[in-house]
């Protein structure tokens, strides 16, 4: 019971979208899907779901194709999002709920829980359309996942919900993993991708260039930065060899260093006198990497263009 | 997926069924009819009052014309002018009528809201004068009688079935049957293409159909679509059927329109070659054939054989449409609808072929129109309305 994604390739026109794309999804799982605007992500989802067909490679589930029976088992919630907005809350849920297999009868008990659950303001009578957007958005959310899917697909769920909804959400995600869900989810925020993930795939204009377990991909950085709260001035941090740069972050300051040595020659300086307010020594943080590693491929692509024009 | 489709059906029947807007549009004829049949009665409302007309100083006249009962009004005699005017003023009478040399005048005011009708009195003056003319030439009664008799005369019309069917009445009706059958059918067509038209716009516009597409397929969402509108267009028509088992002499908002209609019906000529050929073309015949045979111009035969080519062409339609409903579904091409209709239905989809399997079942399913391709039924129909043409126009 697991989704694979083998070599796919799949361009339009003469822009590739996506290249070479590999991918498993386990149950019980998540998978992190990242990147910039455009680098691929929903053509993924909409080549899963067969809106779209790869040019190459194969995309099964449990090894077969993704026909209809196994499509009434998918929780979708795409990237753009849509109700119908003269409909009830009740009569969309229970539509979509009866569209994937479910009795009526079931999903409207369900629908009761979801609802105090996820702290929606509304009543199952009322209109979508008198909803306020972050409502509709969680109403969404249920019609995704009241019929137990056991497989999710979620276009970057949180965008435009806050913290406290965000972590709501977060917490419905999760469940439905531990109950045995794959889960697949895009999302802008690397924080969310790191909360929520156990596995990440990063793609930058339709190539993979990240990808693994969160703690693989930052473990594959070292532990290349310090989080300090210390007297000790940034002239003398300067001094040691293999401090590349410092910034403040909060109360203390964060070092970026060449490798993970470094910090302990920092962690001894610091403490001479028995003593230091705090001293994290850690891989650098997804949003981080993420930033590194966009910049890092924007000058690939930059050489390789000016490479060509000589 | 079959249940699915029906699923899909059951949420636009249900949706629409409890909108304000589909009742709207199954009572408005009746409506329309009561509005019709108020601004009537309100309009005639006058006209329906008997008018008083005065005949200055002629006793013998007022005699006669009040024994004509096509005259619809009250006469007198009134002594003088000067008496029938002031009555005139005062309301009292409609009008006077005055003798002078054989002239006769009716004279009405402004005020009055009752109207004398013209070519009766016409009709009676003139009766009146034959009479004296007849009485100066001293012929006899029955002289008289003839002389003032109509010719006999009817009209019949031999139909192509061979029976001649006698003139007015039958026909007028066969003719109000066949228009009132024509204009509904017409306007429920346009309804019901308009409600799926909403149905789809809707969806797009409310970006819906990506939630939907992933639990359903395209062919679903397309006939699902189909089949609830044909479900509220059976409801709508049963309705109608259940009004008129009920009240039979209510169906007003025909009569309020048999007028109208008739003068439609009457304007075209039915023998016309074009009007021939058209009403087997699909998607006119409905309404040209249906008004064709109701006053008998074809037979049972070419009405069946209308219906049919009828059915190929929706059968060709629907099937173009599927096409055109997949690939738009998702948006993203800017082609225009009818060039991609012509290519749905001839079949040139090489380019895009991959477009073409735009949210399709995967899997095993081979479609059995896929062979049967909607090229060939087009060519079919082609062929058979290239038979009529040469049937009826070079024959």
Do not use: C
């Not at chain 2, 001649?164 to 067509?189: D, E, V, Y």
Request: aromatic share 6%; no cysteine.
């Amino acid at each position: 019971m697991t989704l694979k994604i083998d070599k796919v390739r799949k361009s339009f026109g003469d822009k590739i979208a996506v290249d070479n794309l590999n991918m498993v999804v386990k149950p019980g799982e998540v998978m992190g899907l990242i990147g910039q605007n455009g680098a691929g992500k929903t053509t993924t989802f909409r080549m899963i779901l067969n809106f779209i067909s790869a040019d190459q490679g194969r995309i099964t589930w449990k090894d077969g194709p993704i026909n209809q029976e196994i499509k009434q088992k998918i929780g979708f919630l795409p990237e753009e999002r849509g109700l119908y907005q003269k409909m009830t809350v009740e009569d969309q849920i229970l539509y979509f709920a009866e569209l994937h297999g479910m009795k009526r009868a079931d999903a409207r008990l369900k629908l009761q829980d979801w609802m105090k659950r996820l702290e929606v303001v509304g009543k199952p009578k009322d209109k979508v359309q008198t909803l306020s957007k972050g409502n509709a958005q969680k109403i969404q959310f249920i019609a995704t996942l009241i019929h137990e899917p056991e497989f999710l697909i979620l276009d970057e769920p949180f965008t435009g919900l806050d913290p406290v909804n965000t972590e709501l959400l977060r917490n419905e995600i999760k469940r439905s993993r531990d109950k045995g869900a794959a889960v697949i989810f895009s999302n802008h925020n690397m924080s969310d991708v790191e909360l929520l993930s156990d596995h990440l795939l990063m793609l930058k204009g339709g190539q993979t260039i990240l990808n693994g377990t969160v703690e693989d991909i930052r473990a594959s950085y070292g532990r290349t930065r310090v989080y300090l709260e210390s007297d000790l001035s940034n002239d003398e941090l300067s001094l040691i060899s293999g401090v590349e740069s410092i910034e403040k972050r909060g109360s203390g300051r964060s070092i970026k260093i060449s490798e993970a040595n470094v910090g302990r020659e920092i962690f001894q300086k610091v403490a001479k006198d028995g003593y230091v307010q705090a001293f994290v020594q850690s891989p650098p943080s997804l949003d981080e990497i993420f930033r590194m590693e966009v910049a890092e491929h924007d000058q690939e692509d930059l050489s390789a263009k000016s490479g060509v024009a000589k | 997926m079959k249940n699915q489709t029906w699923l899909v059906a059951k949420n636009i029947y249900r949706s629409r069924i409890k909108g304000v807007g589909f009742w709207a549009l199954v009572l408005s004829p009746f409506l329309l009819g009561a509005v019709y049949l108020v601004i009537g009665l309100v309009i005639s409302s006058g006209a329906n009052q008997t008018p008083q007309l005065a005949v200055v100083d002629n006793p013998a006249l007022t005699q006669i014309l009040s024994k004509n009962e096509s005259l619809k009004a009250d006469i007198k005699n009134e002594s003088s002018l000067k008496e029938a005017k002031n009555e005139l003023s005062e309301g009292r009478i409609d009008g006077f009528l005055t003798v002078e040399d054989g002239a006769y005048t009716i004279v009405t005011d402004n005020k009055s809201s009752v109207k004398f009708d013209q070519t009766s009195f016409q009709a009676a003056l003139t009766q009146v004068n034959i009479s004296k003319t007849t009485q100066r030439l001293n012929l006899s009664a029955a002289d008289d009688q003839e002389l003032l008799s109509p010719a006999k005369f009817t009209m019949k019309t031999q139909t192509s079935s061979g029976q001649k069917s006698t003139g007015n009445s039958q026909t007028g009706a066969n003719i109000a049957i066949g228009s009132i059958a024509s204009i509904l059918i017409f306007t429920l067509m346009m309804m019901y293409v308009g409600i799926i038209g909403q149905e789809i716009g809707n969806e797009k516009s409310s970006r819906i159909m990506e939630t939907l597409l992933a639990a359903t397929s395209s062919n679903v969402q397309y006939y699902g679509k189909i089949i609830g509108v044909i479900l509220l267009l059976t409801t709508q028509l049963g309705i109608y059927v259940q009004a008129q088992v009920q009240q039979a002499t209510q169906p007003i908002a025909f009569l309020a329109m048999i007028g109208y209609i008739g003068g439609i019906a009457g304007s075209t000529v039915p023998g016309n070659i074009v009007l021939k050929v058209l009403s087997f073309i699909p998607f006119i015949s409905p309404t040209l054939m249906t008004s064709r045979l109701a006053i008998q111009y074809s037979t049972t035969t070419e009405a069946w054989i209308a219906l049919g080519l009828q059915l190929l062409a929706t059968l060709a339609i629907a099937k173009a449409g599927e096409k055109i409903y997949a690939r738009n579904v998702l948006s993203y091409s800017d082609e225009k609808i009818m060039s991609q209709l012509f290519k749905g239905l001839t079949g040139r989809q090489a380019k895009r072929k991959n477009a073409d399997k735009v949210v399709s079942e995967n899997g095993e399913k081979k479609n059995p129109w896929r062979r049967n391709s909607p090229l060939r039924l087009a060519l079919v129909i082609l062929i058979i309305l290239i038979i009529l043409a040469y049937r009826f126009i070079f024959k």
